[in-house]
Protein backbone atom coordinates (compact mmCIF):
# COMPACT_ATOMS: atom_id res chain seq x y z
CA UNK A 1 0.00 0.00 0.00
CA UNK A 2 1.04 3.51 -1.18
CA UNK A 3 -0.20 6.70 1.00
CA UNK A 4 0.40 9.90 -1.02
CA UNK A 5 0.17 13.36 0.73
CA UNK A 6 -0.17 16.55 -1.03
CA UNK A 7 0.57 19.81 0.28
CA UNK A 8 1.54 23.29 -1.27
CA UNK A 9 -2.30 24.08 -2.51
CA UNK A 10 -3.77 27.82 -1.12
CA UNK A 11 -5.17 31.04 -2.97
CA UNK A 12 -3.17 32.62 -5.74
CA UNK A 13 -4.22 35.70 -7.52
CA UNK A 14 -4.23 35.17 -11.48
CA UNK A 15 -0.54 35.33 -12.85
CA UNK A 16 0.68 34.07 -9.80
CA UNK A 17 2.67 30.81 -8.74
CA UNK A 18 2.37 27.99 -6.75
CA UNK A 19 4.29 24.65 -6.36
CA UNK A 20 2.22 21.52 -4.90
CA UNK A 21 4.46 19.04 -3.32
CA UNK A 22 3.43 15.24 -2.70
CA UNK A 23 4.89 12.66 -0.26
CA UNK A 24 4.75 9.15 -0.87
CA UNK A 25 5.10 6.74 1.99
CA UNK A 26 7.05 3.73 0.08
CA UNK A 27 10.43 2.60 -0.25
CA UNK A 28 9.97 1.83 -3.62
CA UNK A 29 9.10 5.29 -4.98
CA UNK A 30 11.57 5.14 -7.54
CA UNK A 31 9.29 2.01 -9.26
CA UNK A 32 6.19 4.39 -10.05
CA UNK A 33 5.33 6.83 -12.67
CA UNK A 34 3.65 9.76 -10.77
CA UNK A 35 1.30 11.87 -11.91
CA UNK A 36 -0.86 14.52 -11.08
CA UNK A 37 -4.69 15.65 -12.04
CA UNK A 38 -6.82 17.89 -11.25
CA UNK A 39 -10.69 18.15 -10.50
CA UNK A 40 -13.19 21.57 -10.41
CA UNK A 41 -16.29 21.71 -9.57
CA UNK A 42 -18.78 19.97 -11.46
CA UNK A 43 -16.30 18.71 -14.05
CA UNK A 44 -14.57 15.32 -14.73
CA UNK A 45 -11.09 14.66 -13.45
CA UNK A 46 -8.70 16.05 -16.14
CA UNK A 47 -4.83 14.79 -16.62
CA UNK A 48 -2.39 17.51 -15.62
CA UNK A 49 0.93 16.14 -16.02
CA UNK A 50 3.02 12.50 -15.44
CA UNK A 51 6.44 11.53 -14.51
CA UNK A 52 8.47 8.88 -15.78
CA UNK A 53 9.97 6.57 -12.74
CA UNK A 54 13.54 8.30 -13.66
CA UNK A 55 12.10 11.06 -14.32
CA UNK A 56 13.43 11.38 -17.30
CA UNK A 57 9.70 11.46 -19.49
CA UNK A 58 7.40 14.09 -19.00
CA UNK A 59 3.87 14.69 -20.13
CA UNK A 60 1.48 17.43 -20.28
CA UNK A 61 -2.39 17.92 -20.22
CA UNK A 62 -2.49 20.28 -23.33
CA UNK A 63 -4.21 23.01 -20.52
CA UNK A 64 -1.07 23.05 -18.60
CA UNK A 65 1.66 23.18 -21.07
CA UNK A 66 4.26 25.95 -20.85
CA UNK A 67 3.17 26.85 -17.74
CA UNK A 68 3.47 24.01 -15.43
CA UNK A 69 6.36 21.75 -14.92
CA UNK A 70 6.36 18.28 -12.95
CA UNK A 71 9.33 16.58 -11.41
CA UNK A 72 10.64 14.50 -9.07
CA UNK A 73 13.22 13.72 -6.30
CA UNK A 74 13.53 9.75 -5.57
CA UNK A 75 15.60 10.44 -2.77
CA UNK A 76 12.98 11.89 -1.05
CA UNK A 77 10.21 10.30 -2.21
CA UNK A 78 8.34 13.39 -3.57
CA UNK A 79 6.82 14.97 -6.53
CA UNK A 80 6.14 18.41 -7.51
CA UNK A 81 4.46 20.42 -9.71
CA UNK A 82 5.31 23.87 -10.24
CA UNK A 83 2.79 26.30 -11.58
CA UNK A 84 3.62 29.43 -13.10
CA UNK A 85 1.15 32.05 -14.90
CA UNK A 86 -2.13 30.93 -13.11
CA UNK A 87 -5.38 31.19 -14.81
CA UNK A 88 -8.72 31.40 -13.09
CA UNK A 89 -9.22 28.02 -14.84
CA UNK A 90 -6.84 26.40 -12.95
CA UNK A 91 -8.80 26.67 -9.60
CA UNK A 92 -9.37 22.87 -8.77
CA UNK A 93 -8.62 20.39 -6.26
CA UNK A 94 -5.29 19.11 -7.63
CA UNK A 95 -4.42 15.03 -7.00
CA UNK A 96 -1.29 13.26 -6.58
CA UNK A 97 -1.12 9.90 -8.05
CA UNK A 98 1.11 6.60 -8.46
CA UNK A 99 0.94 4.19 -11.26
CA UNK A 100 2.39 0.58 -11.07
CA UNK A 101 4.30 1.24 -15.00
CA UNK A 102 6.66 2.78 -16.70
CA UNK A 103 4.97 6.18 -18.07
CA UNK A 104 0.96 6.92 -18.07
CA UNK A 105 -1.60 9.19 -18.16
CA UNK A 106 -4.91 7.91 -18.04
CA UNK A 107 -6.88 8.12 -14.80
CA UNK A 108 -7.88 4.45 -14.20
CA UNK A 109 -3.81 3.48 -14.74
CA UNK A 110 -3.18 4.66 -11.26
CA UNK A 111 -3.56 2.32 -8.92
CA UNK A 112 -2.72 5.10 -5.48
CA UNK A 113 -4.13 8.15 -4.88
CA UNK A 114 -3.66 11.20 -2.34
CA UNK A 115 -6.99 12.86 -0.98
CA UNK A 116 -5.82 16.18 -3.03
CA UNK A 117 -4.89 19.89 -2.11
CA UNK A 118 -7.26 22.49 -2.98
CA UNK A 119 -5.60 25.95 -5.33
CA UNK A 120 -7.81 28.52 -6.16
CA UNK A 121 -7.09 31.49 -8.47
CA UNK A 122 -8.77 34.69 -8.24
CA UNK A 123 -9.18 36.80 -11.09
Known amino acids: QVQLVESGGGLVQAGGSLRLSCAAS????????MGWFRQAPGKEREFVAA????????DYGDSVKGRFTISRDNAKNTVYLQMNSLKSEDTAVYYCAAAASSFVRKEYEYDYWGQGTQVTVSS
Open 26 to 33: TRTFSRFC
Open 51 to 58: ISRGGAGT
